[in-house]
């Protein structure tokens, strides 16, 4: 295995840390928070708005079944509202991952990579396309676990938000679109729908785009 291997292998185990410690912390509430949403339809307009922005900014630090918020956010509301809660507690979530990544694991980065390693490793951080950020967006755990990794090693903010933000704007089409589609289901189906569904697609897709990138096929 070679060292550039190596140091990213032991960034990757870092940021996967600084994901698991906050969802131990706040796993007792997931339950009563899962409650919330579930009550996005006796609220205000305005109640169920907020609220949305509110709960998904939560996946920064705790696992949220975003695609379950999204979708009964749409049931909850006009589309126009749903996307645009939908969108604004993503990026803001993903923010609070880069955040968390960037100040609070890079001193643990430091002390398990090496100070002239994590240098290295931000000097090379401008050269990772992109596209790795917006493909792995959907895809549970190592779309959060890219998303610290990345403050970690100091990945061009402004580049982090345009491929970031493109993601998001998709899955929040996506899963306020299954909420307009699906609404008169229940929460059971809906969750099943835009939990497991639409994440299932989009780690599929990433998939076959890492085989088409690694035989050479267009």
């Known amino acids: 295995m070679s060292q550039k291997t190596k140091r990213w292998l032991r960034i990757f185990a870092v940021a996967t840390l600084m994901i698991v410690l906050p969802v131990a912390v706040f796993y007792p509430f997931a339950g009563s928070i899962v409650d919330t949403v579930r009550d996005f339809g006796t609220m205000s307009p305005a109640g169920a708005f907020f609220a949305t922005i509110a709960v998904l900014l939560l996946d920064g630090v705790m696992a949220i079944p975003h695609g379950l918020v999204g979708a009964l956010a749409a049931a909850a509301l006009s589309w126009p509202l749903a996307f645009a809660a939908t969108w604004l507690g993503l990026m803001a979530a993903s923010c609070v991952s880069y955040a968390l990544g960037r100040f609070a694991g890079r001193p643990l980065a430091r002390r398990a990579v090496g100070k002239d390693d994590l240098e290295i490793a931000e000097q090379r951080a401008d050269g990772v396309s992109a596209w790795l950020l917006f493909a792995t967006r959907p ?11 990345a ?17 998001n704007t998709i899955l929040s089409i996506g899963y306020t679109g299954i909420g307009q ?35 050479g096929k267009p």
């Open 139 to 149: 895809v549970p755990v190592l779309g959060e676990v890219l998303l610290v990794a």
């Open 151 to 167: 403050g970690i090693a100091r990945y061009p903010f402004r580049r982090f938000v345009l491929a970031v933000g493109g993601a």
């Open 181 to 215: 589609y699906f609404g008169a289901l229940d929460t059971g189906n809906i969750a099943l729908i835009a939990g497991v569904g639409v994440p299932l697609v989009g780690a599929v897709g990433y998939g076959m785009a890492v085989l088409l990138m690694r035989t």
